[in-house]
T-cell receptor, first 111, second 115 residues
């Protein structure tokens, strides 16, 4: 079945460092891809999405590009802030099915 | 309401007891989803509803788990004869449609602890 694999955490960075969280997927067909974020004490919320190959989703300085050839959707940010500390989930969705999530990657940014 | 509301926010129960978790989706949202979040397991899909029907129940871990949705709105997830491995955060989400591109809005979850 469809699945999402993302890098194990935790990821610990200093403020202003660059970030990459790897995400790869296995799916039949052409899923939509998402990154959701869970800030401490808050509910999950959508960070960005891409619905077809070569699309780039972006929000709050984060970017991810839908790469069909490598079945990847890596999350990147050039300069992280302490406020970016959260758990990040990669996910995919196909028509008629529910979102399938990866296991989550915890990011901790220190000043 | 303004967001997805779940109750109770915390539930402590004894092994073997039944529990009922409630989800109030955003008004007008036709699709409703239940997930379970366990340490080290990430987000595990349980069931989703389109209106009052459940096209996909494949994630329910055992026949002790059931869910229903009435009036196309409120949903309840029932766990019978709870076990310690049922301890987790149960998350509900809703979206305006079941379209694969649609953004999900999540509630804050119910933290279930089975002693």
């Amino acid at each position: 079945g469809d699945s999402v694999t993302q890098m194990e955490g935790p990821v610990t960075l200093s403020e202003e460092a660059s970030l990459t969280i790897n995400c790869t997927y296995t799916a039949t067909g052409y899923p939509s891809l998402f990154w959701y974020v869970q800030y401490p004490g808050e509910g999950l919320q959508l960070l960005l999405k891409a619905t077809k190959a070569d699309d780039k989703g972006s929000n709050k300085g984060f970017e991810a590009t839908y790469r069909k050839e490598t079945t990847s959707f890596h999350l990147e940010k050039g300069s992280v802030q302490v406020s970016d500390s959260a758990v990040y989930f990669c996910a995919l969705c196909q028509a008629g099915t529910a979102l399938i999530f990866g296991k989550g990657t915890t990011l901790s940014v220190s000043s | 309401g303004a967001g997805v509301s779940q109750s109770p926010s915390n539930k402590v129960t004894e092994k073997g007891k039944d529990v009922e978790l409630r989800c109030d989706p955003i008004s007008g949202h036709t699709a409703l989803y239940w997930y379970r979040q366990s340490l080290g397991q990430g987000l595990e899909f349980l069931i989703y509803f389109q209106g009052n029907s459940a096209p996909d129940k494949s994630g329910l871990p055992s026949d002790r788990f059931s869910a229903e949705r009435t009036g196309g709105s409120v949903s309840t997830l029932t766990i019978q004869r709870t076990q310690q491995e049922d301890s987790a955060v149960y998350l509900c989400a809703s979206s305006s449609t079941a379209n694969s591109n649609e953004k999900l809005f999540f509630g804050s979850g119910t933290q279930l602890s089975v002693l």
